[in-house]
Every structure is written in C-alpha cells, then in structure tokens.
C-alpha cells in the first residue's frame, strides 16, 4: 500500500464504486470496476491482518513505556 485511500459507496442499485486518494502532489478518483474492487480486495485484507482495538491499546501502551 503506498498511501491511504476512501472507498465510495452509493447506495442506488447499480452504482459503481469509486476509490478517492489523496497523493503529495494530487487527488486521484479510481473509477473503474477492477480499481474499486483491487482496493476493496486491499481494505478487507488490511482489516484481517490488524489488530483488535484492545490489542493496539496494548501495543501503544507497551511502546510509550519503553521509551
């Protein structure tokens, strides 16, 4: 992933997704079926790797004592 990126939804039948992503230099929509459904592929991997909320708690809270 080289920078973070917003899935938009509509919620009429049929409506295509679109990815919005803002660079250094420029923002980008991503209107095609195989961009919104790469990042969309990209997002849910992301979520399974993360941690659970509790556990980032930890994570962060064990960083801040090592410092």
């Known amino acids: ?6 899935i938009v939804s509509f919620a009429d039948p049929g409506a295509l997704d679109v990815v919005h992503m803002d660079t250094t230099s420029s923002t980008l929509w991503l209107e095609s079926d195989n961009d919104a459904d790469h990042h969309v592929r990209l997002f849910d991997r992301i979520t399974r790797l993360s941690l659970a909320q509790r556990n980032s708690v930890r994570l962060v809270d064990g960083i801040l004592k090592e410092l």
Do not use: D, N
Not at 1 to 6: E, G, L, P, R, V
């Open 1 to 6: 992933m080289t920078s973070a990126f917003t």
